[in-house]
C-alpha cells in the first residue's frame, strides 16, 4: 500500500518560514518524480514545484514561489522536502506532495499518488 504522509505545516507570519516533509512508504521511491501542489477551497490544485526521478535531480517551479521556495529529495529516506521562505499571505493554502511516474511532472494529471495534504497558513 502506497502512502505518501506530509508534515511541518502549520501557522507563520508573513515573511516567516516553513519546512515541509513527505515521507513515502509502499513503493520504489527512485522510480517517481516527487511534486508539491497546493490547494485553497473552491480552486484547482496548483503546481508549486517537481524533482525529478534522482537526489539532486532537475527542479522545476511556479513562478509565483521561484526564489523563495526549494525542493529536494532524498531518495536513501525517501523524502521530499519544500522549504518555504519569506511567505506571504497569499501562499495560505493545503500542501499536497504527489508522486509521478511520467512526464510533464508539473501537471497534476500524471500523479498516481497523493499525500492527504498539511495546512499552511501565513497570516499578515
Known amino acids: 500500500q502506497v502512502q505518501l504522509v506530509e508534515s511541518g505545516g502549520g501557522l507563520v507570519q508573513a515573511g516567516g518560514s516553513l519546512r515541509l516533509s513527505c515521507a513515502a512508504s509502499?513503493?520504489?521511491?527512485?522510480?517517481?518524480?516527487m511534486g508539491w501542489f497546493r490547494q485553497v477551497p473552491g480552486k484547482e490544485r496548483d503546481f508549486i514545484a517537481a524533482?525529478?526521478?534522482?537526489?539532486?535531480?532537475?527542479?522545476y517551479y511556479a513562478d509565483s514561489v521561484k526564489g523563495r521556495f526549494t525542493i529536494s529529495r532524498d531518495n536513501a529516506k525517501s523524502t521530499v522536502y519544500l522549504q518555504m521562505n519569506s511567505l506571504r499571505p497569499e501562499d495560505t493554502a493545503v500542501y499536497y506532495c504527489g508522486a509521478s511516474g511520467r512526464y510533464p511532472i508539473t501537471n497534476t494529471n500524471t500523479y498516481d499518488y497523493w499525500g492527504q495534504g498539511t495546512q499552511v497558513t501565513v497570516s499578515s
Open positions: 509502499g513503493l520504489s521511491f527512485s522510480n517517481y518524480a
Open positions: 524533482v525529478t526521478w534522482r537526489s539532486g535531480g532537475n527542479t
